[in-house]
């Protein structure tokens, strides 16, 4: 299983991006939760914005209608449309995927993508 992250960049706060995160290996029949995550410098990595097994959409309170995750099943791929950026979004975003079935109890990570949010 591979996780493939894109995106990042060098942005003026108010400035937008979107996020990408290629799956290979794995199908979405297999995964139970997926989303992103970040980590600031000399930061623990946060949870950013999740789809959870049979439930909910989950956002982290900090970037509550300003970023939005979304996917596409028929393409592996998942998003992360961010808006109205702010300095403190700057970190490494990885995304996540959680297994089912004969993937039950594995984590996979993306390699991560620099996000820079200029004041």
């Known amino acids: 299983v591979q996780l493939q992250a894109s995106g990042g960049g060098l942005v003026q706060a108010g400035g937008s991006l979107r996020l990408s995160c290629a799956a290979s290996?794995?199908?979405?029949?297999?995964?139970?939760?997926q989303g992103w995550y970040r980590q600031a410098p000399g930061k623990q990595r946060e949870l950013v914005a999740q789809?959870?097994?049979?439930?909910?959409?989950k956002y982290a309170d900090s970037v509550k209608a300003r970023f939005t995750i979304s996917r596409d099943d028929a393409k592996n791929m998942m998003y992360l449309q961010m808006d109205s950026l702010k300095p403190e979004d700057t970190a490494v975003y990885y995304c996540?995927?959680?297994?089912?079935?004969?993937?039950?109890?594995?984590?996979?990570w993306g390699q991560g993508t620099l996000v820079t949010v200029s004041s």
């Open positions: 996540n995927v959680e297994g089912l079935n004969r993937f039950r109890g594995r984590q996979y």
């Open positions: 789809f959870p097994y049979r439930s909910s959409t």
């Open positions: 290996g794995i199908s979405s029949s297999n995964i139970a939760s």
